[in-house]
């Protein structure tokens, strides 16, 4: 028993460790840019953070499902959705139809064609995120849901594009072409979270509880990107 207790302890201890660690990194980032300091440093790892971050968040979330056959469909889901959302976005900025008229800038480094490698990643990482956040924040019967489920992950994808929308603009990530962010861009965002939330749902990827780096994740990188809108 005292054995037992003391790998639980480890355990905790050791998330706990990664949970501050990411905190400490991304309130660190949003400080370093009010205080204009290491500024060269943040922008030529910015897309090298963006995917280490992703790939973190789905390491953690794989060693949970005890299943072979959900870990090798959620590896699927994670490369669909870096795929299908980095051309998606490709489309996107070369059409102007999807989202609205928009470029990136150049801090998020390397790019296909003018799109940032690291923007799939980016969507992976908010999508298990808000996953994260639904079932932490709502009942269990919504979570089992399809339609409800889809338009949770929905909204909170949403919501957190609003906030970081105007903060990534500032860290030159990309600028839109217009006066405002169009509203076609957050319905865009709507529908591309509800699809793959849908393909998760089905695939019944996320009825246990994903690790408490994913629902920080979310709220951490939410921090990051107000600090910068708001200093």
Avoid at 149 to 160: E, K, N, P, S
Avoid at 191 to 202: D, K, L, P, Y
Wanted: glycine share 8%.
């Amino acid at each position: 028993m005292n054995k037992e207790l003391r790998i639980e302890n480890n355990w905790r201890n050791a998330e706990m460790l990664k949970i501050g660690g990411l905190y400490f990194f991304l309130l660190a980032g949003g400080l370093w840019h009010v205080l204009g300091v290491f500024q060269t440093v943040m922008r030529i790892s910015a897309g090298a953070v963006i995917t280490g971050l992703a790939l973190w968040v789905a390491w953690e979330v794989w060693q949970i499902f005890a299943d072979s056959g959900i870990r090798r469909k959620f590896a699927v889901w994670c490369s669909a959705v870096v795929l299908a959302t980095f051309w998606i976005e490709f489309a996107g900025v070369h059409t102007g139809e999807i989202f609205g008229r928009y470029e990136y800038g150049a801090t998020l480094q390397p790019q296909i064609g003018s799109v940032p490698v690291a923007i799939g990643f980016a969507w992976l990482v908010m999508l298990i995120s808000s996953v994260a956040v639904a079932q932490r924040l709502l009942p269990q019967k919504w979570l089992a849901n399809l339609p409800l489920f889809v338009v949770a992950i929905g909204v909170l994808m949403v919501l957190f594009d609003a906030v970081m929308e105007p903060a990534a603009i500032r860290l030159n990530y990309w600028h839109w072409f217009g006066a405002t962010v169009p509203l076609k861009n957050y319905l865009a965002w709507f529908v591309v979270s509800a699809v793959f939330a849908g393909i998760a749902f089905r695939w019944q990827l996320f009825r246990q509880s994903l690790p408490k780096i994913a629902f920080h994740a979310y709220v951490a990188q939410f921090l990051y990107f107000a600090i910068v809108l708001f200093a």
